[in-house]
């Protein structure tokens, strides 16, 4: 039995190297240009060696995902938002915010989906949809419950994260509107639920 546990830790091991070397190559490449000629090399197998890890290219971006995905989560756990609900959704936007635009790599993959054919599995997906209902139950608690709303607002929060990038890389000129925008959507959603 140990014998099994000492394999299994060994191939887990194995695999978060190439999905971290896989990272490196997708920051100094960009997400779709990963090839997994490089990619083992890298590592220092033959290719046909890696498919003992991933049977294919998007097997491998689907562990990426996951991973970016998990680190996500991880990120949301560790906010502690204020009492106020308006105030603890911008805490809550800007962490995600910032954390797609510290890796625009691992935001290409997680919020772009930019490599043709790739689709996460249902599992990878979860974490994500994890994410998001993270989200949502902030947006909700601050009032934002109609399905539209809760749209508009992701839309708006993933618009300036793209302006930023695209435009702006590395400074603020975009997601320094965040709590406006948020300020403004909350308003218009509030007036709406009086009338």
């Known amino acids: 039995m140990a014998l099994i546990s000492s394999v299994a830790q060994r191939r887990e091991a194995r695999i978060g190297e190439i999905v971290a070397c896989a990272w ?19 590592v220092g197998i033959r290719q046909p060696s890696l498919y003992e890890y991933f049977d294919s290219k998007h097997a491998l971006y689907d562990a990426m995902f996951a991973e970016g995905n998990r680190q996500l989560l991880d990120r949301l756990d560790g906010l502690k938002l204020p009492t106020d609900p308006r105030a603890a959704l911008k805490t809550m936007l800007h962490a995600f915010i910032d954390f797609a ?57 993933a618009g300036l994260m793209q302006a930023q990038l695209a435009n702006d890389p590395g400074g603020d000129r975009w997601v ?3 709590d406006r925008m948020i300020d403004l959507h909350l308003d218009h959603a509030q007036q709406r639920s009086v009338q």
């Open 176 to 178: 320094r509107h965040l």
């Open 101 to 157: 635009l510290e890796d625009p790599a691992r935001c290409e993959l997680l919020f772009e989906r930019h490599v043709p054919g790739f689709t996460p599995t249902h599992e990878s997906y979860m974490f994500a949809a994890e994410a998001l209902d993270r989200v949502v139950t902030v947006m909700r608690d601050a009032g934002v419950n109609e399905q539209g709303d809760i749209d508009c607002l992701v839309a708006m929060t």
């Open 24 to 42: 490196r190559l997708a920051r100094e490449q960009g997400i779709a240009a990963v090839s997994l000629r490089a990619l083992a090399q890298e």
